[in-house]
């Protein structure tokens, strides 16, 4: 059985940082609060392509403790120079919620940037957005009460 020399190394720096202009991320987490993040567009900037051109998981806990795993796929055009791209999410929904993330292999020397461009809605709304006549809906399966017949999302 072949022996391998195991080399442990200390970096005075670290190998990945992660910076924020005026914000601790700490603050970026209270400012979740009652708050949810439904995430449109993702933009994608590194200095490489191969960088672009990699598999970004976006997973989410559910109510069980179950994590969901989806893929975000940004396609490249091969004749693409700029390093840059948006990638839109529509195949499926992104929500930042403190129960998500975005999980990549970052390659060595290079940079990644991500930008979010997000609608902020409040808990109570995003059920409403998500699932359009969710009331309608729960009224149809229970039969034929009319209960929820004039909801109205805004007072």
Do not use: C, H
């Not at 910076?19 to 994608?44: H, K, M, P, Q, W």
């Not at 960088?51 to 975000?72: A, F, H, P, R, W």
């Not at 129960?99 to 409040?122: H, R, V, W, Y």
Request: hydrophobic share 35%.
């Amino acid at each position: 059985m072949p022996s391998f020399a195991v080399t442990i190394t200390n970096l005075s720096t670290p190998a990945v940082s992660v910076t924020a202009t005026n914000v601790t991320y700490d603050e970026i987490r209270r400012s979740l609060g009652d708050y949810v993040y439904l995430v449109e567009r993702i933009y994608f900037f590194s200095d490489t392509l191969q960088q672009l051109n990699t598999i970004y998981k976006y997973e989410k806990y559910n109510v069980d403790g179950n994590i969901n795993v989806e893929s975000l796929t940004p396609t490249i055009d091969p004749y693409q120079t700029q390093k840059s791209l948006y990638y839109d999410t529509k195949r499926f929904v992104v929500i930042v919620d403190g129960q998500s993330s975005i999980d990549f292999d970052l390659l060595p020397n290079t940079l990644l940037k991500l930008e979010l461009f997000t609608n902020k809605l409040a808990k109570r709304d995003a059920l409403d957005i998500l699932f359009p006549n969710n009331f309608k809906q729960i009224e149809s399966a229970m039969g034929t009460y009319n209960f929820f017949e004039d909801w109205q999302t805004e007072l």
